[in-house]
C-alpha cells in the first residue's frame, strides 16, 4: 500500500470548501431532515459526548463517519452530498494521522455532538453556527498537527 503525503496547503484547501458547505448542509438538514433522521441525529450525539467522557478514539471515529454520512444525507442535497465525500475522505485521512498527538479527542466530540443536536432544533442559523464551531476546532486541529501557530 501506498500512503501519499499529506500536503498542508491542499488540507487547507480542503477546510476552505468543507466550512462553506458543510455550513449549508447543516442548515438544510436542520430545515429538510426527517423525525427518523433527527431521531439519529439525537443518538450520535448521545453516544459522542459518551466517547468524550472516557477518551474512547474508537467510539468516536465510528460516530463521526456515520455523523457525516447522515448530514449528507439529511441535508437532501444530491451535489452537496457527493462533495463531501471528497472532503470526509481526506480529512479521515488527515484525522487517523494525527488525533493521538494533535487532537482533544473530549472537547471534538462534544463540538459534534453540539452539531448533531443543533441539528435536531430546526433552526438554521444556529445549525450553522455549530458547523462553523466544528470547523473552527478542525482549523485549529489542523495547524497544530502541522505544529503551526
Same mark, same amino acid.
Given at each position: 500500500v501506498l500512503v501519499s503525503e499529506i500536503d498542508y496547503g491542499k488540507q487547507m484547501l480542503v477546510l476552505e470548501v468543507r466550512r462553506e458547505v458543510e455550513r449549508l448542509m447543516a442548515a438544510k438538514a436542520s430545515l429538510r431532515s426527517t423525525q427518523e433522521e433527527r431521531n439519529e441525529f439525537l443518538l450520535i450525539a448521545e453516544n459522542m459526548e459518551e466517547a468524550a467522557k472516557v477518551n474512547d478514539?474508537?467510539?468516536?471515529?465510528?460516530y463521526d463517519g456515520r455523523l457525516n454520512s447522515l448530514l449528507a444525507e439529511a441535508c437532501h442535497n444530491e451535489y452537496a452530498m457527493r462533495m463531501s465525500r471528497i472532503w470526509n475522505g481526506l480529512s479521515r485521512r488527515f484525522w487517523y494521522l494525527h488525533y493521538q498527538r494533535a487532537a482533544d479527542l473530549p472537547?471534538? +466530540? %462534544?463540538?459534534?455532538? /453540539?452539531? +448533531? %443536536?443543533?441539528?435536531? /432544533?430546526?433552526?438554521p442559523k444556529q445549525a450553522g453556527k455549530a458547523s462553523d464551531t466544528l470547523n473552527d476546532y478542525v482549523l485549529e486541529f489542523t495547524k497544530s498537527a502541522f505544529n503551526l501557530p
Amino acid at each position: 500500500v501506498l500512503v501519499s503525503e499529506i500536503d498542508y496547503g491542499k488540507q487547507m484547501l480542503v477546510l476552505e470548501v468543507r466550512r462553506e458547505v458543510e455550513r449549508l448542509m447543516a442548515a438544510k438538514a436542520s430545515l429538510r431532515s426527517t423525525q427518523e433522521e433527527r431521531n439519529e441525529f439525537l443518538l450520535i450525539a448521545e453516544n459522542m459526548e459518551e466517547a468524550a467522557k472516557v477518551n474512547d478514539g474508537i467510539t468516536f471515529i465510528r460516530y463521526d463517519g456515520r455523523l457525516n454520512s447522515l448530514l449528507a444525507e439529511a441535508c437532501h442535497n444530491e451535489y452537496a452530498m457527493r462533495m463531501s465525500r471528497i472532503w470526509n475522505g481526506l480529512s479521515r485521512r488527515f484525522w487517523y494521522l494525527h488525533y493521538q498527538r494533535a487532537a482533544d479527542l473530549p472537547l471534538i +466530540a %462534544r463540538l459534534h455532538a /453540539e452539531l +448533531a %443536536r443543533a441539528i435536531t /432544533e430546526g433552526d438554521p442559523k444556529q445549525a450553522g453556527k455549530a458547523s462553523d464551531t466544528l470547523n473552527d476546532y478542525v482549523l485549529e486541529f489542523t495547524k497544530s498537527a502541522f505544529n503551526l501557530p
